[in-house]
């Protein structure tokens, strides 16, 4: 069968003092079912030996198009921008360093979304490591997304709604993937669902996500003065009125932030933000 039969797709894997793990994900990789795969991986500034353990990777595989790109560290979603803009596949899956797919997830999530005429293929995955449970997301739809980013980073998605949406935003720590999602909304784009457990997710210790879930008052701000179409007028106020003050921000401003996560049924987020803000003394106990 042709390229256009059996499209490329670029999985991009940025990497960044996880070489331990780096081996695993490109494996697994490797073990796909689909037969047209590229392989990029970007190492960001990492100081471990990243760029070694991806060179014994390209010799060990010669028949296997993996390539690396190497930049100063700039941070996952320049990485991420990288690895995409150093391919011509017509469809992404990005991948972190830590985490795996099921062998069968490119060909799946591909077919889904060939059948669908969707522009973003989301699965279903799977926690290892430290937990091991499943990780189950429901289809996307308007509501859901912006309350809450609520598929999986690693979904399959069309190259040119990447293009359109101009990469992933600078926004950090750990929000970038919801980000691009709601930035892919705005562009108009399609999702479909796939409810087979097609990806893992490693926990392992302190990860970018809780590191995030530290700062969510500013970075649910920042998500929300990115997209002001998606998002109530007085929350866009709101958030601009917290970024704006800073760490000087009053605490109404916060209380009023962790009202959009009460109203978003974010009951687990709020309460951890109000043990922050009672650990930074913002409340009285």
């Not at 999985?11 to 003092?17: D, F, G, L, T």
């Not at 990288?82 to 596949?89: I, L, N």
């Not at 970075?219 to 760490?247: D, M, S």
């Amino acid at each position: 069968m042709d390229g256009a039969a059996r499209p490329e797709v670029a999985v991009v894997i940025p990497c960044y003092r996880y070489a331990h793990f780096l081996r695993e994900a490109v494996h697994s990789v490797l073990a796909q079912t689909w037969p047209n795969v590229r392989i990029v991986i970007v190492d960001d500034g990492s100081p471990d030996d990243t760029a070694a353990v991806a060179a014994q990777l390209i010799a060990a595989h010669p028949q296997a198009r993996i390539e690396l790109v190497r930049q100063q560290n700039q941070g996952l979603a320049a990485a991420r921008n990288a690895g995409v803009r150093a391919t011509a596949s017509p469809f992404v899956l990005p991948l972190d360093a830590d985490d795996k797919l099921h062998p069968e997830a490119i060909e799946r999530l591909l077919r889904a979304l060939q059948a669908s005429a969707a522009d973003v293929a989301t699965p279903n995955g799977r926690t290892f490591g430290d937990v091991d449970r499943p990780l189950r997301t429901r289809p996307v739809t308007r509501a859901r997304l912006v309350a809450n980013n609520c598929l999986v980073y690693s979904s399959l998605y069309r190259r040119e709604l990447f293009d359109r949406i101009g990469g992933y935003g600078p926004i950090k720590p750990g929000y970038e993937d919801w980000d691009f999602w709601l930035s892919a909304l705005e562009h108009g784009a399609r999702f479909v669902h796939v409810p087979h457990e097609l990806f893992g997710y490693r926990k392992h210790g302190a990860t970018m996500l809780s590191a995030a879930d530290r700062q969510a008052l500013r970075l649910h701000a920042t998500i929300a003065a990115n997209h002001p179409t998606l998002f109530a007028p007085w929350r866009v106020r709101l958030a601009r009125r917290l970024l704006q003050a800073g760490e000087s921000a009053s605490l109404w401003l916060r209380l009023g932030m962790l009202l959009t996560f009460l109203l978003d049924r974010r009951l687990r987020l709020f309460w951890r933000q109000v043990m922050v803000l009672r650990a930074t003394n913002m409340l009285s106990t």
